[in-house]
Nanobody, 124 residues
Framework: QVQLVESGGGLVQAGGSLRLSCAASGGTSSSDDMGWFRQAPGKEREFVAAITSSRLGGITYYADSVKGRFTISRDNAKNTMYLQMNSLKSEDTAVYYC???????????????WGQGTQVTVSS
């Protein structure tokens, strides 16, 4: 059974940084495309960033709202994906989810496996 476990969320002041981690186990591998999504209260889940498998070159994608501030990466040896978040804004406050193995387009909210989410709160 595939499991994705996020960590690294918390409370940070605007302008600060956090690094989220997503540890994968039970069947995911470096051959899976993976992504980060977030959901703020009262809003739909939205795409944040994604990274293709190593076989496809580890290509990265970002939502316009985070481009230049967030960096997605993966360590295949550790089966872990990361999201480095810098220059955080209050509008980045949300529950952040990692996901693996998209069912379609890598930026769409249609993945096979999801983590339980980690809360990120940015105070202004």
């Amino acid at each position: 059974q595939v499991q994705l476990v996020e960590s690294g969320g918390g409370l940070v002041q605007a302008g600060g940084s956090l690094r989220l981690s997503c540890a994968a186990s039970g069947g995911t591998s470096s051959s899976d495309d993976m992504g980060w999504f977030r959901q703020a209260p009262g809003k739909e889940r939205e795409f944040v960033a994604a990274i293709t498998s190593s076989r496809l070159g580890g290509i990265t994608y970002y939502a316009d709202s985070v481009k230049g501030r967030f960096t997605i990466s993966r360590d295949n040896a550790k089966n872990t994906m990361y999201l480095q978040m810098n220059s955080l804004k209050s509008e980045d406050t949300a529950v952040y989810y990692c996901a693996a193995r998209p069912n379609g387009w890598i930026m769409a909210v249609e993945y096979t496996y999801w983590g339980q989410g980690t809360q990120v709160t940015v105070s202004s």
